[in-house]
């Protein structure tokens, strides 16, 4: 939230707004470090929470995968011919989470955000990983807390 009102009036923030089942996410272009077309990911233990698709295979490296969708309650997304993966940069969470890997339903609209432009939707309903609901140019937008996501991941003790 500080972020967002720290912003002066001459900042403007390169963001990707990711299209989820439903919604989607904003969040600086940064924080994603490639969208990469969709590949299955491998589930090796099915014990695991619905949520954590399995792990893909990024530029030589296993990156966990999971669906923002299920890990804030909602319903199973539907797979679609349009589906990417954003691999996330780490968050500073942990060093053993470099990356991390959030399906996504389509093809993500880069978005340049000043601080005049994008508003806390203060009464909207925030489920579990969501950092903060915006309007940013007519649109409803979720900021998602990506550092609560990876400790999520590091929590279930899977080894990357």
């Not at 009102?5 to 963001?15: A, M, R, V």
């Not at 589906?83 to 053993?96: M, T």
Request: net charge negative.
């Amino acid at each position: 939230m500080n972020e967002v009102k720290q912003l002066s009036s001459e900042t403007e923030i390169n963001s990707l707004l990711l299209p989820l089942a439903g919604r989607q996410l904003i969040v600086p272009a940064v924080t994603v470090a490639e969208m990469i077309p969709y590949q299955e990911p491998q589930k090796e233990n099915q014990d695991l929470p619905a949520w954590y698709l399995g792990e893909i295979v990024w530029r030589h490296s296993r990156v966990p995968c999971v669906s923002y969708e299920l890990m804030c309650g909602d319903d199973v997304p539907s797979g679609n011919a349009s589906c990417r993966i954003a691999v996330l940069n780490n968050s500073g969470v942990s060093e053993r989470l470099p990356f991390l890997a959030v399906l996504t339903q389509g093809i993500p609209r880069l978005s340049r955000v000043g601080a005049e432009e994008i508003h806390e939707v203060a009464d909207a309903e925030l489920k579990t990983f969501d950092f903060m609901h915006v309007k940013h140019a007519g649109e409803e937008l979720v900021i998602p807390d990506v550092a609560s996501i990876q400790q999520a991941v590091l929590d279930m003790g899977i080894a990357v």
